[in-house]
Every structure is written in C-alpha cells, then in structure tokens.
C-alpha cells in the first residue's frame, strides 16, 4: 500500500472516530452508572413470540415494555386506583432502565445513540385518571438524564383499560442511532 493511500485511509479513520466521540462530550455508560441505574440482561416474557428490537436502516424499534423489576417482580395495578401518581411515576421510569437494557444489548455501546425519536406510553389506569403524561414522565426524566437534549423525544401518553399482566404502564419506543 502507497504511504499517500495509507495516509487517507488513516484520516478517514480519525474523522470517522471524531464523529462517533462528537456526539456526547461525555461518556453515556457512565452517566447511566452515576446516576446509580444498573441495567440488569433483557427476557422475553414466556409466551410470547417476539424481538425486544428491530433495527430498520439506523432506527431500533424497542417493543412494549413494563415495569418489572430485575428480581422479576411486575408493578401492576391501575394509576388511580390501585397506584398513586408518584407509583405510576416510578413504574414508568423502571420500564425505562429495562429500555436502555434492551438496547444496550441490541446495539452494544449506549454511545451510539442519536436521537430517542418517539415514545407511546400506556398507562393502566382507572377511569377517572387523566394525568397519564404525568406518568410517562418517569419515562422521558431518565431518558433526558442519560442522553441529555437527545433524550427529548415526540411522545404520546394514552390511559388504557387493562394492560398485560396488569403491568401499571407499557411503553414502545424509536430510537436513531449510529449505523
């Protein structure tokens, strides 16, 4: 190999590492492990015959997930009723910590993410409850925490009759990210 073409393969390289270190000016693995968050290996639940996510060009489609706590307990009951606001809250902000689990598993380095684009957020809640997006919070909060302006995202927050396995909330979400 020529030293002019190993010289443009080597500046090719460099700004190609440039780029991936220009997204965050800090370390997002670490920001997760400073604000105390461990992310424990993703499941499917038994029965179901899905992908945690699907990665379409440099979008990964995360499926619903719940509130289930590393030990396998679930969080269920209707906000409202059964839950209060503050319990809907936290629900909603373990489905997030199972989220970056899944994708950390999926794509290997949480560095890579550009952008979480979209969020549908349901919320098991009594009929009288109207304060889902209060809810979903949880949800868009740690987001924000871990990936700073490119946490922000579009985001819907829907109240639900019933939910699987009476989980308290479910949410699915699109996330851009480094190809």
Known sequence: MSS?????????????LNAQKGLYDYDVEERIKELGIELSTPHIPPGLNIELAVQSGNLIYLSGNGPILPNGERMVGKVGKDLTLEEGYEAARVT???????????????????????????VNADHNFTEHPKVINGYTDV?????????????????????????????????????
């Open 143 to 179: 987001m924000i925490q871990v990936f700073g302006e490119r946490g922000k995202h579009a985001r819907s927050a829907i109240g639900m009759g019933s939910l699987p396995w009476n989980l308290a909330c479910e949410v699915e979400t699109i996330v851009e990210v480094v190809e």
């Open 4 to 16: 002019k073409r190993f010289l443009l393969l080597l500046v090719v390289f460099v700004n190609f």
């Open 96 to 122: 997030a910590i199972n989220h970056l689990a899944v994708l950390k598993a999926k794509i290997g380095d949480l560095n890579k993410v550009v952008k979480i684009v979209k969020v549908l957020g349901l």
